[in-house]
């Protein structure tokens, strides 16, 4: 919302730059978006006056003299909108027009004439097309008659300006018109000068003559939604293009003039606050009524949209039909044209609440809309449409009648303020003659009761209603600043996090170390990434009112977000790229949404950086593997490992996780075709595993266990099984086989040839025994070998290959 | 015999100069081995007769010393320089750059996350979670923010079937711990949140907040203002600048805005105190207790604190972008 400081200083005079101001609201608590200025870009355009205006034979040009007061100058030109005594801009010879472009003197061949200086429409005027007319728009731009001549037009046209540019807060009505701004710099002037604040300044002026009554009857059945409704004729207006004087506010409001009658609604409503509506009083049947509409009944509103209404809308409705949706938007039947003579000026207060279901029901938010729904002030339609009318007859004449009013606005109800309280809430005692002098400041009337105050805010004032928003105002005359700091005192106990943040950090920290980089990824995306990461999941939560495809469905898993991220950093020349998500996926089971945290992983490139020493360390399906192992190592957990099948992965390269014999997830090589869908030539492993379920497992404490003080007795042995043996199944028969002594079992070769058998593989693996009280020996492992050979040949089928 | 030994000697002092190691080892095997010069020389020993005998064993040996301790000189001096020479060989060029692993990493945000609550920890929060899937009453109803109400415009909105919804702010967290527990209550809470806003430098439809809510008998805006204060100046550095204005949020009354200062001041987040009926909602007196609350967007802090001007950035997990807050 731009709020001019130039209109604001014609209201009330103040000191402040632009700058200053915008502070000084800020600490007021009105939101300053920033202060926008706008200077005219032209040099020496004045305004003149058009004299002798000819067309020159047989050619499309006019000849006119220009008055500037001082010269008459010839000028030439094309446009076809003018008359003998309109007010012009002209650029004179040596100037400048909106763009830089520079006028001189300039001779017409075709005509053989010379124009000294050029007229000026609005764009050469650097002017914003939205503020201005239809008729402004077309051709020269023309100034009223009475517009002095000479002088410079950056002088007659208020273009140079400095804005303030306000956020909308959802309670505040003031930030939205000039007058609610231009009362808290009244405000602030109070407080510099330590007295009351004094709004009658911004008194609106009422006196007018009325006659007669207004036939059509009123009816407010909606009593509750509309408390106030006032509905006035206005006969015998002429409906035509505003006079100067409106207009120029107008610019200053930024509201784009359309006609008189209209022109003077949109004046009220941005300068005073108060939405009025104007209907032509011919084209309203036989009644005004206030009501809810019925569902489905339809209106076209002056937007053109023909819109079906809900039991949400509140409607201004004739004998038969709606013809308004009260405090949003009027009906186009009957909006006022050029052709209306009547006009019927509603003025209302409507129930907050009650204009912003309506407004949002439809979608529609208008400039009455947001004033109704922040709260407008109860007590006030009736002034504006006195008011109104007044202007209304200054424009297009006519007269005013008395007004059909409803009024059933309870008086506003005081508020009381303890005085214990303020201190308790603010954490600082303010003695009762300070809070009083903060009232005063705000112009609110108030009764002393001893050890509270009861203050009654001004009517305008819908943001106080309860005691601790008298509170805020309190804290806002003495200044947020002005109070001093605390740390917070009481009884102390350890703080902590949860038990899945806790572990969640540790597991953060565990992969980092294992040299993982953690990846935050989005968690809404685009459906098709779902698709073209093959993840072949079905109960997908999406969202209903997405505003782009990008951001539709919840995740159901790290894999897609975390391949998107991969394509990006290859697409970019990253070689190698190790990620890691601690991340919340989706379900949805079609009653209920379930999120869990999931942990993604996911390799591409090499492990060692490129070197010139032939050294590398492509990220395998091993390497990723022993990396999850390490890091349930640390957490304390041991899963198992199985074959299975994921749709995204390599049929027979894909293992499931399992603890404690349920499935907490799986790891395995990228299928090529996925991988290749995101522009990645290397091979790509990926492992997902659900925290949630691993969290449900119990981590047995680590509890300690005693280190051999003797050196290891190792041996080596070598066992040839089929190929389709497990290599779990061989490590198992092993440590069954082996006395407690045996700590380490490591697999250091698989072999598969000559002089083996075309199904057979040899396991070779190094084993160290570790005894707490002796050295061992070797003859102590005689039985171990026996049982050893026995067992392999028995449960696998294989072979004890001997040293 | 004398002869001999002089004689001997001077073999022995022509052989020695300038000769490589291995040439030395032969030399030794050659003059003191068993069968060597010295050894040849104590076989005659017997020839001469017995009295002599004595005097000249002493001068072999005193040959054989010498000798040894010579040859061990020059070995030892050999060895020196064949070392050295091993050494040269093995020589490499230090200033080729070295072997690189790919390196772990948090994210940035986390970083910040967990800075966040290492403050807040220390000045006695408990830390708290919510579900980023939350329905209307959490979200909004019990934050004081009614159906239509105007509010909700600040906080569009992005709805799931059933009345769910993904929560806009981390707020639901405050209402489900006053549930939950007790006053006093002194906690914060770190979670994602979901707008629809279209993503530009300074927004995205994904962001984190960090929610603090403290509720108890006797805390007043003066415990809001210097808890953010010290978290402010911790986060940041002691010479930064804090503000406070006033600002609207339906939860809190009065409602305040926070501002820091490098130079120009940047709205950091939103605070206040406990609306009564908030602490109604979640069945505690406003008469008895009293609480503040704020929620402050991460990214905006980590963006602040690190100078990153895009949002967007953390989102686009551009290695080359986290590598720098490894």
């Avoid at chain 1, 050029?118 to 009475?146: A, H, Q």
């Avoid at chain 2, 030994?5 to 490589?20: D, M, N, R």
């Avoid at chain 2, 906080?155 to 549930?179: A, K």
């Avoid at chain 2, 109604?280 to 602040?304: L, S």
């Amino acid at each position: 919302m731009l709020i001019s400081t130039r209109l604001l200083k014609e209201t009330i005079p103040f000191e402040y730059t632009s700058e200053e101001l915008a502070n000084e609201l800020t600490l007021l608590g009105l939101e300053v978006e920033e202060v926008v200025k706008v200077k005219h870009d032209f040099e020496n355009v004045v305004t003149a006056r058009v004299e002798n205006l000819e067309k020159i034979p047989q050619s499309k040009l006019f000849k006119l003299l220009a008055d500037t007061g001082r010269k008459k100058l010839q000028v030439i030109t094309a446009a076809t909108n003018l008359h003998n005594g309109d007010v012009v801009p002209l650029a004179l010879p040596n100037s400048k027009i909106s763009g830089g472009r520079k006028i001189e003197a300039r001779f017409f061949s075709k005509v053989n004439l010379r124009s000294y200086g050029m007229l000026c429409s609005y764009e050469e005027l650097g002017l914003d097309k939205e503020l201005l007319s239809n008729k402004e728009r077309e051709g020269i731009f023309v100034f009223p008659e009475d517009t002095p001549v000479g002088d410079p037009v950056e002088d007659v046209l208020p273009i140079d300006d400095e804005f303030i540019d306000l956020s909308l807060l959802p309670d505040r009505a003031d930030a939205f018109y000039l007058v609610g701004i231009a009362r808290w710099i009244e405000i602030l002037k109070a407080k510099k000068e330590n007295r009351r604040a004094d709004f009658s300044r911004f008194k609106i002026d009422t006196e007018l003559e009325l006659s007669g009554d207004t036939p059509l009857p009123l009816v407010v059945e909606a009593k509750e939604l509309a408390p106030f409704y006032s509905g006035r004729l206005i006969s015998g207006v002429k409906v035509k293009e505003s006079l100067y004087e409106l207009r120029k506010k107008l610019f200053m409001l930024r509201v784009r003039p359309i006609n008189n009658v209209v022109d003077i609604t949109n004046f009220v409503l941005k300068f005073y606050g108060q939405p009025l509506h104007a209907f032509d009083y011919d084209k309203i049947e036989e009644e005004v009524r206030v009501r809810l509409a019925k569902e489905g009944e339809k209106l076209k509103t002056l937007d053109g949209v023909e819109r079906t209404l809900n039991k949400w809308n509140l409607v201004i409705s004739d004998k038969y039909k709606p013809i308004a949706l009260a405090g949003v938007m009027g009906g186009e039947e009957t909006e006022v044209s050029e052709d209306t003579e009547n006009v019927f000026l509603e003025s209302a207060y409507f129930l907050p609440s009650c204009i912003s279901r309506s407004a949002r029901s439809l979608k529609l938010i208008t400039d009455a809309s947001i004033l109704f729904e922040k709260g407008t002030d109860p007590l006030f339609p009736e002034k504006a449409s006195l008011f109104a009318s007044k202007l209304v007859i200054k424009e297009a004449g006519g007269t005013a009648a008395k007004s059909n009013v409803f009024d059933d606005v309870k008086p506003p109800t005081p508020v009381t303020v303890r005085i214990e309280r303020i201190n308790k809430i603010l954490g600082r005692s303010v003695p009762k003659d300070e809070v009083k002098r903060c009232f005063d400041f705000e112009g609110f009337k108030y009764q002393d009761a001893g050890d509270s105050i009861k203050v009654y805010p001004p009517s305008f004032r819908r943001d106080i209603n309860i005691e601790v928003d008298l509170i805020e105002e309190v804290l806002r005359m003495k200044g947020y600043n002005s109070f001093g700091e605390e740390l917070l005192s009481g009884k102390l106990k350890s703080a902590v996090r949860t038990k899945e943040e806790e572990f969640l950090w540790k597991a953060r920290e565990t992969l980092s170390i294992l040299g993982l980089t953690e990846a935050v990824t989005v968690s809404l995306i685009n459906e098709d990434l779902v698709k073209k990461a093959n993840i072949g999941a079905k109960d997908i939560a999406k969202v209903t009112n997405p505003f782009s495809k990008d951001f539709e469905v919840l995740r159901p898993s790290l894999f897609p977000v975390l391949m998107d991220i991969a394509e990006l950093n290859n697409s970019r020349g990253v070689k190698s790229m190790a990620v890691f998500e601690l991340g919340t996926v989706f379900h949805f089971s079609g009653k209920r949404y379930d999120e869990e945290t999931a942990l993604g992983i996911l390799t591409y490139g090499d492990r060692v950086l490129l070197n010139p020493f032939k050294r590398s360390l492509p990220y395998d399906f091993y390497y990723l593997k022993g990396l999850l192992e390490q890091f349930f190592e640390k957490v304390g957990l041991n899963p198992q490992f199985e074959e299975c099948k994921v749709a995204f992965l390599h049929p027979y390269q894909t293992a499931e996780i399992i603890l404690n014999g349920k499935s907490v997830g799986f790891i395995g090589k990228v299928r090529d075709e996925v991988t290749k869908s995101f522009g990645i030539k290397k091979s790509v492993f990926y492992a997902e595993v659900s925290i949630n379920r691993i969290m449900s497992e119990s981590i047995p404490e680590k509890e300690y266990v005693p280190v051999s003080q003797f050196p290891p007795l190792k041996m080596d042995v070598a066992i040839v099984v089929d190929k389709s043996v497990p290599e779990y199944k061989v490590r198992k028969v092993i440590k069954d086989s082996a006395p407690a002594e045996l700590k380490e079992v490591e697999l250091f070769d698989i072999y598969t040839g000559e002089p083996l058998s075309e199904n057979e593989k040899n396991l070779a693996y190094s084993l160290a025994f570790y005894s707490e009280n002796r050295t061992m020996k070797r003859e102590e492992l005689e039985s171990f070998i026996e049982t050893l050979e026995k067992n392999v040949k028995l449960t696998l089928n294989g072979k004890l290959r001997k040293e | 015999m004398k002869d001999k030994i002089s004689q001997l000697k001077e073999e022995f002092y022509e052989k020695v100069k300038g000769k490589t190691l291995s040439e030395l080892k032969d030399l030794e095997k050659y003059f003191l081995g068993r069968k060597g010069k010295v050894a040849e020389l104590f076989k005659e020993i017997k020839s001469i007769p017995k009295e002599q005998r004595k005097s000249f064993g002493e001068k072999i040996n005193e040959l054989k010393s010498l000798m040894e301790s010579v040859l061990r000189e020059s070995i030892k001096e050999q060895e020196n320089i064949e070392r050295e020479k091993k050494l040269l060989r093995e020589k490499i060029d230090v200033t080729v750059p070295g072997l690189k692993l790919q390196q772990g990493g948090l994210h940035i945000l986390t970083k910040t996350m967990l800075e966040v609550e290492k403050i807040f920890l220390s000045m006695g929060f408990d830390i708290m979670t919510g579900p980023e899937v939350e329905n209307e009453y959490y979200n909004f109803e019990a934050l004081n923010i009614p159906e239509f109400h105007p509010a909700r415009d600040m906080q569009d909105t992005f709805y799931l079937l059933n009345e769910f919804l993904l929560r806009t702010q981390t707020s639901p967290i405050q209402v489900r711990t006053m549930e939950k527990y007790k006053p006093p209550i002194r906690i914060i809470a770190i979670g994602r949140c979901y707008r629809k806003d279209p993503p530009d430098a300074h927004h995205f439809p994904i962001f984190h907040q960090v929610e603090g809510l403290v509720v108890d008998k006797n805390v007043s805006f003066a415990n809001l203002k210097g808890t953010l204060s010290e978290f402010t100046r911790r986060m940041f550095g002691e010479s930064v600048k804090v503000r406070f204005n006033p600002s609207y949020f339906p939860f809190v009354e009065p409602g305040a805005e926070t501002s820091i200062n490098f130079g120009g001041w940047l709205e950091m987040g939103g605070s206040g105190m406990v609306h009564p009926n908030v602490l109604k909602n979640a069945g505690i007196d406003p008469e008895e207790y009293q609480g503040f609350a704020f929620g402050w967007g991460i990214e905006r802090i980590a963006m602040v604190r690190h100078n990153i001007p895009d949002i967007r950035f953390f989102y686009r997990n551009d290695l080359r972008f986290l590598e720098q807050f490894k």
